[in-house]
């Protein structure tokens, strides 16, 4: 096998959920120092790395997340004779995103080991991406040289270069009712999940169109059976890759939840929370022309799209950086069937070779 299979079957092995990064830190550590770097690590836990500049051009940072979702067993990563790496343990692989560290740290491994050219190379490895973005967010961007960078976190086949993703906002809203005993003084009660069940129901939720999507995805009140419920909480979201339609969006629900306040008797609280902001490229963005190049120049077709979801890239953009998705590979990410190609694991190397390539020509 090869040293990226090699390190990523070692990384995948390893319980990384959000907060619990410390073991995946410590064998990145290890490798960062074993190529003679010095890895610094941040308050937040997240390692960044410089390479610096051997010949003039464009500087690059690359970006991937050392958390995963939380596996519900065991960890069991394995090479099938078809040459995919699956998990045998009934749970997430954790392709999502160890299949991009291990991606960029080969490519940094085979720059520095076949003494490649290059305008300057930034590795930055974040925590707790997959709860809201939190490493990079947290991340002191000025310590970047780069103004350009590229995270790898786009299940679907290495060619995909994603333009844009959404704005999104998040949502709390507390109704409070009367609680009285739902069986001998129901009358005397105002029922605070009645109220949220008549929001809900009144809401857009799921896809709504191309661009917006709206979900509730956690819901708890009342106190007991036999008791009208005094209160009830609900979490939701809302995305959309126009920022004015979130605004719309948003205040759409709002309204709903006052509705229905209304007509239940009951109050109603709401919490906005800006979860993260959208960004869209044009393909003649030089960030995309780089990528798309050294896409074709590695023998991959380059096909455009757009994310329903966010990645550390968001966060960068939001602070003026100019960094782009690209898949790389993964499948099924989140769920038991997660799997990844040792092609498609290798390939994306080949690619990180030819972005710091083309970025020396630039």
């Known amino acids: 096998m090869t040293q ?40 937040a836990g997240n390692l960044y790395a410089r390479i610096d500049p051997t010949t003039e051009g464009t500087p690059l940072f690359f970006c991937a997340h050392m958390d995963t979702v939380p596996p519900d067993g065991k960890l069991e990563p394995v090479l099938g004779d078809d040459g995919v790496i699956r998990n045998a343990g009934g749970t997430i692989l954790g392709a999502d995103n160890k299949a991009a560290v291990v991606q960029m740290l ?104 191309d661009e917006a999507t709206a979900n509730v995805g956690l819901i708890s009140g ?47 609280s709401t919490a906005l929370r800006k979860q993260y902001r959208g960004y869209r490229f044009a393909k003649s963005d030089d960030v995309v022309r780089l990528a798309a190049d050294a896409l074709e120049r590695s023998g991959y077709p380059v096909s455009y799209a757009l994310s329903g979801g966010a990645a550390d890239a968001n966060a960068f953009n939001e602070r003026g950086l100019r960094c782009v998705n690209l898949a790389n590979g993964m499948t099924d990410i989140h769920t038991p069937n997660e799997h990844i190609s040792v092609s498609d694991l290798e390939g994306m190397v080949e690619v990180t070779l030819a972005l710091v390539e083309g970025a020396r020509a630039a």
């Not at 036999?226 to 979130?246: G, K, M, Q, S, Y």
């Open 222 to 268: 009342g106190t007991a059976g036999n008791i009208v419920p005094e209160w009830c909480t609900f979490l939701a979201e809302a995305r959309c890759h126009d920022e004015r339609r979130l605004n719309d969006l948003v205040q759409e629900m709002l309204d709903a939840c006052t509705f229905a306040a209304t007509s239940a008797e009951c109050e109603v």
């Open 4 to 43: 990226v299979v090699d390190l990523f079957l070692e990384l995948a092995a390893i319980a990384s959920p959000p907060g619990e990064e410390r073991p995946v830190a410590d064998v990145l550590t290890r490798c960062l120092r074993d190529l003679g770097l010095a890895p610094d690590e941040d308050a």
């Open 106 to 209: 080969d490519a940094t491994r085979r720059v520095l080991a076949e003494n490649r050219p290059h305008a300057g190379v930034e590795l930055l490895f974040t925590t707790e991406e997959e709860i809201g973005l939190v490493g990079a967010a947290a991340f002191d961007h000025t310590r970047l040289h780069a103004q350009l960078g590229y995270v790898y976190d786009q299940a679907a086949p290495p060619g995909e270069i994603i333009l844009g993703a959404p704005y999104a906002q998040g949502l709390e809203v507390t109704f409070h009712g009367r609680a009285a005993h739902s069986g001998m003084f129901p009358e005397e009660g105002r029922s605070a999940i009645q109220a949220a069940a008549k929001a809900i129901a009144d809401f857009r939720l799921g896809r709504i169109d």
